[in-house]
């Protein structure tokens, strides 16, 4: 591989690896608060894409007033889900609250399927979005510049809330010690929904990114981008919200780079991430940056 | 030789000094008393002993034995029981099943044998099962064997995870705040009982307690713990008397 | 089960015994008659769904082992299952049949030559699943809930990333066509029978009360001496084993198998089989796979287009799953217990139900 090959590849494992990085800091964040992987996290990545194509196709709105609105109707699904399908459950055993996470998931692409046909759409993208920019023999889509500006930018506005504001620190409290902050008389649930709220937006912003780089819209769209995700916030320690980005930008450029580097592997492309998440529970179950993994206290 | 001997056992949480130079000997057959306030690291003693923390520092031994390093089924095989400050009973199995899992670890007949159900095996299963109606009688729970432990009352819940612990076959017996949540009827009880089983099992207790009196009425020997030091050691009636053990005590409240 | 009482006395136990073992026998004895009737007199497609009944039976109730009575949320029973489907049918498939299936990268050596009867074949279905089982076992078992399932989700991905690309093993995206069917119930039937009697023995002795303890609490489990990851692995392997030999015979049942055949949809089904029949019973999990088979064949229907009263009515992809999901959420959010919560099966309560409601106290 000479320099500007590399340079090449490491600019499509940045672009990939922020996209990963942006739908696993929503998933950190809800794991922060509620110990619970949600299932149908990935699946709001296809609802945001499928909302899309939609208020394009059907509405023929405007792309960013389509694009605009998907997020927010991904962000509402995402509370609606919290509310029906893991509130009830909060005191349940964790078995109970998984499976509903997964009946969640399969509901959600199933309806998809129903309402949309299984036929895979075009996603529209707007011209400004396309071609490419040519430095110095580098060749660099205008997409793979504008999907790790817009995550930078959804993350940082998410570091401002979580760090910075009141909310954000009921939300650490919640997840440090749920039970004594209700006891305080902070409203739990509230807190929870917001953040469902905001992890849901991001999901929804990731669908969006994602449809434009692979613009071919089915309802499963989701499940691989949400597993490995999912994997990119272990590795980087789950619940920790640096760890998650950190977490993503490297499993993009490990899957980038280790098919640049071997093309005749590119089959197992997808097997990386599940490979690397056994070699991350052998060696160092905390994942990267991760306190100890939910040790029970006796 | 003592049969459980701490050594300078030190346990530190990230940042958090839990326990300092703990020595602690405790000699076949006796019943012992490890007491202090709140957070002063009485349970943490039991969690590496058992084998669920493993101590930062120190050694940890039954007759001669290292039990630093093991896992705690290995422990527990090695005949060291234990209960639990918050009950922690298997909520739907009965109560016959709590005695029956204590006593599995004894079991010689591989899954494969019982699966087949060969003689042997069945024997066992029966021989199992006799012994534990035996032990539920001893402890008065023979009535409610096929209940399912989570519906017991809380007096019988804290009898049955005894119970579990003794199914194991243990030689020591760690017990973790077994008066607490018992009126004092129930207390007085406790305390028979407790008397009753390190007789008829040849058992040596060791036992955390807030209950002052209960501690000062049954323990030959007590230990003091505040904030991870010990500060006193020795029989009640002295220690009961040392101004360290008042401070701590009454500082707290 | 055990139901009684201390009091009983021994004289009318072996009596009960006796009678509920006879019962059993009996019971067993009409099934097999009803199998044979069947296999003479029913029609090709009553015949396949019986062995799907089978089939999913045997594949539920191994779920059931590691899922129901462990409590470990394995969510990768569809990577067992196309291992076992695999390795059954490149054994089972004569060496010509091989040759002009795998076109375009000849099948490696020693398989390229071997054919083996249907029973060895399942056997190694279940070994080489059971191997990966020993394999992923260390690993997995590291973790514990919300890390364990997404793990065991994975399995699913890789076994199938690994089917598509492993040319000359399996043929790649094109898979295996013409498998030999399966010429009787007695194949299907028998594996159904014989998995639901070791589980259910198993449950019912020392290490899977055992087992139980550790889904209740793991660590008062360990505390009482219990060896997690042994009593785990047992289960986890000796599923996976179960879930080779149902996969083999799943294969031969289909006779065309591919990478994305058994997709975590599969695992999915068995999930819900389970949650219905009340997680933690063999007894719910074999009725609810009965069931759901029916069920689920019934429900085909609604996504196949078909003619009603001379229209075309289009069928409607997903509206069965869509169902099926509601129906897991439901369960779930409102009947956790299921249809049978953790109870068994046992003569004695059958007996006490159907003589009016007066139910002894076994629950079991
Ligand atoms: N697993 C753990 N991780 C971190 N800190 C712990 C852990 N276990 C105990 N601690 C801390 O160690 C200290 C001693 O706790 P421990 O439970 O041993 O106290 P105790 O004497 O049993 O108190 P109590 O009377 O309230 O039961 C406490 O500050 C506690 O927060
Ligand atoms: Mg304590």
């Given at each position: 591989m000479d320099g500007v090959t590399l340079l090449q590849q490491l600019v499509n494992g940045l672009s990939l690896g922020s996209l990963y990085a942006l739908i696993a800091v929503g998933y950190t964040m809800v794991y922060g608060i509620?110990?619970?992987?949600?299932?149908a996290h990935g699946d709001l990545i296809m609802v945001a894409a499928y909302a899309a194509v939609m208020g394009v196709?059907?509405?023929?709105?405007p792309w960013p007033v389509a694009a605009g609105v998907a997020v927010l109707l991904t962000g509402l699904v995402g509370v609606l889900l919290e509310r029906a399908a893991y509130r009830p459950l909060r005191r349940a055993p964790r078995i109970s609250l998984l499976i509903s996470a997964i009946a969640a998931s399969f509901l959600l692409e199933n309806l998809v399927l129903v309402l949309a046909g299984g036929r895979p759409r075009a996603f529209p993208a707007p011209g400004w979005l396309g071609g490419s920019l040519e430095l110095g023999g580098l060749y660099l889509p205008r997409l793979s510049l504008v999907i790790p500006a817009v995550t930078a930018l959804s993350v940082g506005a998410v570091f401002f809330l979580v760090y910075r504001t009141a909310t954000g620190r009921a939300m650490r409290a919640i997840a440090a010690d749920w039970e004594m902050v209700s006891l305080m008389g902070v409203d739990v649930n509230r807190i929870i929904s917001l953040t469902f709220l905001v992890g849901s937006l991001l999901a929804g912003v990731g669908g969006i990114l994602w449809a434009l780089k692979y613009p071919q819209v089915n309802p499963f769209l989701g499940i691989l981008p949400g597993l490995k995700a999912f994997i990119a916030a272990v590795l980087g320690g789950i619940g920790n919200l640096a760890g998650a980005v950190a977490g993503g930008l490297i499993l993009g450029l490990l899957e980038v780079l280790i098919v640049a580097a071997f093309p005749a592997w590119a089959g197992y492309r997808d097997a990386v991430a599940f490979g690397l998440l056994i070699v991350i529970l052998l060696v160092r179950p905390t994942g990267l940056w991760g306190e100890s993994l939910e040790e029970e206290k006796l | 030789m003592a049969l459980l001997e701490l050594r300078q056992v030190g346990m530190r949480f990230g940042g958090l000094l839990a326990l300092e130079d703990l020595n602690l000997e405790v000699p076949e057959g006796g019943l012992y008393g490890l007491i202090g306030p709140n957070g002063a690291g009485k349970t943490t003693v039991f969690n590496l002993i058992s084998g669920f923390l493993r101590p930062t520092s120190g050694s940890i031994r039954l007759s001669g034995t290292?039990?630093?390093?093991?896992p705690p089924h290995r422990i527990t095989a090695l005949g060291v029981a234990r209960t639990f400050q918050n009950i922690r009973l298997f909520g739907e199995l009965t109560v016959l099943d709590h005695v029956l899992v204590g006593q599995h670890l004894r079991g010689r007949a591989r899954w494969w044998q019982a699966v087949l159900g060969l003689p042997g095996a069945r024997r066992e299963a029966r021989e199992q099962e006799r012994r534990a109606w035996e032990l539920l009688t001893a402890v008065g729970l023979a009535e409610v064997a096929?209940?399912?432990?989570?519906?017991?009352?809380y007096g019988h819940q804290r009898r049955l995870e005894i119970a579990r612990a003794l199914a194991t076959g243990p030689r020591l017996l760690l017990l973790d705040e077994p008066a607490a949540g018992l009126n004092p009827q129930e207390t007085r009880e406790l305390m028979t009982f407790l008397q009753d089983i390190r007789r008829r099992y040849g058992l040596t207790l060791l036992l955390i307690e807030h209950n002052l009196p209960l501690v000062m009425g049954l323990c030959e020997h007590l230990t003091v713990l505040d904030h991870g030091l010990t500060i006193a050691q020795g029989p009640p009636a002295a220690v009961q008397k040392d101004p360290a053990v008042i401070r701590a005590y009454i500082g707290k409240r | 089960m055990r139901g009684w009482r201390p009091g009983v006395r021994a004289s009318s136990l072996a009596a009960l015994m006796t009678r509920s073992t006879w019962l059993t026998l009996a019971a067993m004895a009409l099934l097999a008659l009803c199998l044979a009737a069947a296999e003479r007199f029913g029609n090709e497609y009553q015949v396949r769904l019986l062995h799907n009944v089978a089939v999913f039976i045997t594949l539920a109730v191994s779920y059931h082992l590691i899922?129901?009575?462990?409590?470990q949320l394995h969510l990768g029973p569809n990577a067992f299952i196309t291992l076992g489907a695999y390795t059954a049918a490149l054994l089972t498939l004569t060496p010509a049949e091989k040759a002009a299936t795998f076109l375009l990268t000849p099948l490696i050596w020693p398989l390229r030559e071997v054919s083996l009867p249907l029973a060895p074949a399942l056997l190694a279905g279940g070994l080489v699943a059971a191997g990966f089982g020993v394999l992923t076992g260390f690993p997995v078992f590291r973790v514990r809930g919300d890390y364990l399932a997404i793990v065991t989700l994975g399995f699913g991905e890789v076994v199938r990333v690994a089917a598509n690309n492993l040319q000359g093993l399996t043929n790649g995206p094109l898979g295996l066509k013409g498998l030999h069917p399966l010429d009787s119930l007695w194949w299907s039937w028998g594996v159904a029978g014989l998995t639901v009697l070791v589980v259910h023995r198993l449950k019912n002795s020392s290490f899977g009360r055992a087992m139980q303890a550790i889904r209740e609490d793991e660590t008062a489990a360990r505390a009482m001496g219990v060896d997690a990851f042994r009593h785990l692995m047992l289960a986890y392997v000796l599923s996976a084993f179960f879930f080779g030999v149902g996969g083999g015979l799943l294969a031969h049942l289909i006779t065309t198998i591919s990478p994305g055949l058994f997709s975590f949809f599969l695992t999915f089904q068995l999930l819900i089989i389970i949650v219905v029949g009340g997680l933690g019973s063999t007894t719910g999990a074999v009725l609810s796979a009965v069931f759901f088979t029916l069920a689920g064949e019934w429900l085909r229907v609604v996504e196949e287009p078909r003619q009603v009263f001379g229209l075309m009515v289009p069928g409607i992809p997903g509206l069965r799953l869509v169902i099926f999901s509601l129906l897991l959420l439901l369960v779930i959010l409102?009947?956790?217990?299921?249809?049978?919560?953790r109870r068994e099966f046992s003569w004695a309560a059958l007996g006490a139900w159907l003589s009016g409601g007066r139910r002894s106290k076994s629950r079991g």
């Open positions: 509620l110990r619970l992987i949600n299932f196709g059907l509405f023929s709105w | 290292e039990l630093v390093g093991l096929h209940e399912p432990a989570g519906q017991l009352p | 899922n129901g009575v462990c409590g409102f009947f956790r217990r299921g249809l049978l919560g």
